[in-house]
């Protein structure tokens, strides 16, 4: 329990439109990111140019078995990133880092300097062993984005990385040079219309917590009954947005719980009690229960979301479809967007395309075609 | 003793239109109206009338007024007339000052100090006639976590889930027992209930065996300190057990109900000699601390064989936060908070207009407590007192609450006119008195509708100002204060509220 002064004074949330795609290649091959950088160009009017980034997954195959940490350290407060090297070499052993290379002709406004590290936890011996590693660096993260200031983790996951700022998205992608330098089996992107924030980098999407990162483009009526919700289990809100609170839950329900996606689903988007009644037994009590179970956690109000980790991507709408998203594939690429013309801009030739319903995740995963699954249900 | 009370109210019938059919003089249970054979003329006597307007809605020729005596002692802000009339009274009497339903004192309301939220343009509303909107909420405790076991494209659950009740609107009805209220009255509620698929709540009088069957899925039954009527076959057909701590309009104080209202059918409900007193003592002398709570909160799910939540209902009074939270911690499934402003049968005025916080208030802080301890899903809140129309059913809502109780409403829906003498035992509608020739007037098919109208009235209100906030179930919208500014409050008031003030 933490002392609290009256929820009164907590900030207002962020109101903000975006845009979102996301790219996977099922048979793991790796590749540049023309597609989502091309795409996000093809959307602009879905952002105004105050938030932009990108995910990348199969990105560090030369570290994979370290946490990439990806942070970000404000010109204005010089003295972070020496705390940060501080702390970070007295609860891990950084194997390698360096900062990530810019591109000096690139017109952003105000970069911070990012660097990366690779790491894997050194613990204390007053620590103990009852962290898993992964809650070890989620912890170690915490501290470093709420004690720091001036210093803010992008992303934390193992063989991936996040990476994003003030601008554009493909402003971003070309100030890191994100077409020339890297590869990856999954791209995800975002584009951000924030209505009252002025853009700072830290806030800008994917919103990553371990090998998870969360792009979302929505407006939770249902905010204020999920942040509270969220609360209960230790997520205490730090910027005020839809997408934290999305991210939050996703960690929540399929990281912490293990739940998995088709099962979320019915929670974030659940089924109208009319449908429900309607289905065969079985089913009938699994979604009655996670209706009841969860009420809190659902997401009400318009919102697409794009979440992706080791070996899987999936995107989801929510459950009247206020905010549609569209599904396509072509050989062994699986694309998800905002938007239909934003796919075929950067593959002209697709097997498939479709809009899957209101609550019905598309799931695409590492070697299977699972992502058929929600064409059968298809509009 | 020759009294000196003024009468409170002026009886005023217009000689033109009267045609002395002598409807008011047969509807009014304190013999306000006689007709005089001689004469052929209708009189009246004031002072006993009590304002209820039973015969002004019954009078066939609209001759009668009936308004709030203009008589007045000097105008007075300290010593107003009531404070001076209830002086006179007790010089008369030496007692306690009874009275019926809830606080008419200037209390703030919050309800009137805090308004809802609209999508403009980040989101759409919704519209309930085109797009479903659900107000279903499960009223029980909900597991930490979900234990699933997921093999190829089934999913089953393996979390032991505790039992939780359905209601088709987040509105049920408060507890008034058989005995306070007539029998007529008690199956109106029982009906509406079942027929809308809400809750109604026995009070603390026992549900009469014919009414078990049919109405049990749709009872809340209480078990209080006097244990009236309650035997596991009792326990047993309803959907939730309800222990009563306390009571809103008189919080620390027991109820008595007198002999002369204990008929057959009563004393058999209620497992006592017919025309013996049935006193409810101020504690249940088996709960003298948080532990013996929890006693009786698992034996009574021992005897229901854990299947039904276990509901606690407490008044709202000064440490509320606290003592909603150990009620969690004890095992309860439902906490029922009863504010300031709810009513009663029966209650000495002192009491009633005295003891206790405002629900709003007490919600606000058991769902910011609740919170903070993590304890929140572990049970349903459930807010009485004062809720007066939908659009306090949605910001005790937002407040926190899972659904409400309403007590006066429902009364009033069936006729009441909240005259405040419920405890004489005349109620001249039929509602709070055992007189068969009082009670016959409320036909159960006719009131039973109107509380359905009520409900259903309320809950398309209620989808409406969901559907403008951009939510299409209601669970979005518990214990969400985003979607409330206050008006002309305080800062500390705002504060406790967790509400922001308007234009923040
Ligand atoms: S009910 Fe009306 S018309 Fe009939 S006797 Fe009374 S005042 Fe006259
Ligand atoms: S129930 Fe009857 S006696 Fe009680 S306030 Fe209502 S009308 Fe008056």
Redesign the pocket.
């Known amino acids: 329990m933490r002392p609290q002064i009256s929820e009164r004074y907590l900030p207002e949330k962020d109101s903000q439109a975006c845009g979102l795609f996301g790219v996977m290649n099922t048979a793991g091959e790796r590749f540049g990111g023309e597609m989502a950088i091309n795409a996000m160009a093809n959307m602009k009017v879905r952002g105004n140019g105050l938030g932009g980034g990108f995910a990348i997954y199969g990105l560090y195959p030369e570290f994979r078995d370290y946490y990439a940490l990806h942070i970000m350290f404000e010109r204005h407060q010089p003295g972070a990133k020496e705390m940060v090297d501080e702390f970070l070499a007295d609860h891990f052993h950084v194997v390698y880092d360096e900062v990530i290379p810019t591109n000096k002709k690139a017109t952003v406004l105000n970069p911070p300097v990012v660097w990366r590290y690779f790491v894997s936890p050194r613990r204390h011996p007053e620590e103990g062993n009852n962290l898993s590693d992964d809650e070890f660096v989620v912890e170690k993260v915490m501290h470093i984005n709420t004690r720091i200031d001036g210093a803010y983790v992008f992303s934390s996951g193992k063989d991936m990385g996040v990476f994003k700022g003030v601008g554009f998205p493909e402003e971003i992608a070309d100030y890191f040079m994100l077409d020339r330098l890297y590869k990856g089996y999954i791209w995800t992107a975002h584009s951000r219309f924030p209505t009252n924030t002025p853009g700072w980098w830290g806030g800008a999407h994917p919103f990553s917590i371990l090998d998870w990162t969360v792009v979302h483009n929505g407006e939770l009526s249902s905010y204020g009954t999920n942040r509270r919700y969220l609360e209960m289990f230790g997520y205490y809100c730090t910027l005020y947005t839809d997408t934290e609170v999305m991210a939050y839950a996703v960690d929540l329900l399929m990281r912490r719980q293990g739940l998995p996606i088709e099962v979320v689903s019915g929670i974030f988007a659940a089924p109208m009690w009319d449908i429900i009644e309607h289905m065969e037994p079985e089913r009938r009590e699994l979604y009655k229960t996670l209706r009841m179970s969860y009420a809190p956690l659902l997401m009400n109000g318009p919102f697409t979301v794009i979440v992706a980790h080791h070996n899987e991507m999936f995107g989801l709408t929510d459950r009247i479809r206020l905010r549609p998203i569209t599904a396509a594939a072509a050989g062994d690429f699986v694309f998800l967007s905002s938007e239909e013309a934003s796919i075929r801009a950067v593959a002209p030739r697709l097997d498939l395309a479709w809009t899957p319903p209101g609550g019905e995740p598309v799931v695409a995963r590492l070697h299977t075609k699972d992502y058929l699954a929600s064409l059968t249900r298809a509009v | 003793m020759f009294s000196h009370l003024l009468p409170e109210f002026l009886v005023e ?1 217009r000689s033109d ?9 047969r ?1 009014c249970p304190n013999g306000v ?1 006689h ?1 005089d054979t001689e004469l052929d003329l ?1 009189f009246s006597d004031e002072s006993p009338c009590v304002g209820c307007q039973r ?1 002004v809605v ?4 609209n ?2 007024s009936v308004y709030p005596h203009p008589t007045t002692y000097r105008p007075n802000a300290s010593w107003t007339r009531e404070k001076l009339q209830d002086l006179k009274k007790q010089a008369e009497t030496g007692g306690v000052i009874l009275t019926g339903s809830g606080n008419d004192k200037p209390y703030r309301i919050y309800w009137d100090h805090l308004v809802l939220n609209a999508s403009q343009v980040t989101n759409p509303s919704i519209d309930p006639l085109r797009e479903p909107m659900e107000l279903r909420t499960y009223l029980g405790r909900k597991p930490d976590t979900l234990e699933v076991e997921v093999c190829g494209d089934r999913v089953s659950i393996t979390s032991r889930l505790s039992p939780n009740v359905p209601v088709e609107t987040p509105i049920l009805f408060s507890a008034m027992s058989y005995g306070a209220i007539s029998y007529q009255a008690f199956v109106s509620l029982a009906m509406a209930a079942k027929e809308f698929g809400t809750l109604f709540n026995t009070g603390e009088g026992g549900l009469p065996r014919e009414m078990r069957e049919k109405f049990g899925q749709n009872a809340v039954v209480q078990c209080a300190s006097g244990r009236f009527g309650v035997d596991p076959e009792y326990l047993n057909s309803a959907a939730v057990v309800e222990i009563k701590i306390g009571q809103g309009a008189k919080p620390g104080i027991g109820g008595h109900l007198p002999g002369e209202k204990v008929a057959a059918n009563i004393a058999l409900t209620r497992m006592i000699p017919e025309g013996t007193d049935a006193l409810s003592p101020a504690p249940q002398h088996d709960i003298y601390s948080i532990e013996d709570l929890s006693m009786l909160i698992y034996a009574l799910k021992e005897a229901t064989n854990y299947e039904k939540p276990v509901s606690v209902k407490i008044a709202a009074v000064h440490n509320v936060a606290a003592i909603a939270s150990g009620i969690v911690r004890a095992g309860a499934d439902i906490v029922a908070i009863d504010g300031l402003r709810g009513g009663t049968g029966a209650a000495p005025k002192a009491i009633r207009d005295n003891v206790g916080i405002p629900i709003e208030l007490a919600l606000a802080a058991v769902d910011r407590r609740l919170r903070e301890e993590g304890i929140r899903h572990k049970c349903s809140i459930i807010a009485a007192s004062g809720i007066r129309c939908s659009a306090d059913v949605v910001k005790a809502i937002a407040l926190g609450a899972d659904a409400v109780y309403i007590g006066s409403a429902a009364l009033v829906a069936m006729g009441c006119t909240l005259c405040q003498k419920c405890y004489t035992g005349k109620c001249a509608w039929g509602i709070c008195t055992q007189d068969p020739y009082l009670s016959r007037r409320l036909n159960p098919e006719i009131a039973s509708q109107r509380l359905v109208n009520l409900l259903r009235g309320w809950s398309h209100e209620i989808k409406e100002m969901l559907g403008g906030m951009g939510i299409n179930a209601i669970e979005s919208l518990r214990g969400n204060r985003e979607h409330l500014r206050g008006v002309g409050l305080e800062g500390w008031e705002l504060d406790v509220l967790g509400v922001k003030g308007a234009g923040e």
Do not use: D, N, S
């Not at chain 2, 239109?17 to 003089?25: G, H, N």
């Open positions: 019938r239109r009267c045609i002395k059919c002598r409807v008011c003089e509807q109206h007709y209708m015969c019954f009078c066939p020729t001759a009668l």
